[in-house]
């Protein structure tokens, strides 16, 4: 089973509110909880089951909401206060 279904059917997707967004070999978790246990459950089904490679020196945790900003794909995400709340 594809990673994208296991992960959305089950385990991350529920326990930690988590999203994957991915594009070739590129993926980026979103998540509400960031934690050991969500990160050694991606990589035993990256590495363990599909066989892949974690290149762990491009991997890292990112709290966009504290002022860092994250770049996937070309582009920059970081969180910002809505400007035209009153």
Known sequence: MLLIHVF???APAIWANARLA????DVVVLAD???EVLKEW???RLEDR?????NRSKTSVVEV???E???????????DRD????
């Open 42 to 44: 991606l990589e035993s």
């Open 69 to 79: 900003a994250l770049d996937f794909l070309g582009y920059t995400f970081r969180y």
């Open 83 to 86: 400007t035209t709340l009153r």
């Open 33 to 35: 909880h960031q934690s």
């Open 8 to 10: 959305h059917r089950k």
């Open 65 to 67: 909401g504290q002022g």
């Open 22 to 25: 991915r594009y070739a070999d």
């Open 50 to 54: 599909l066989g892949l490679t974690v």
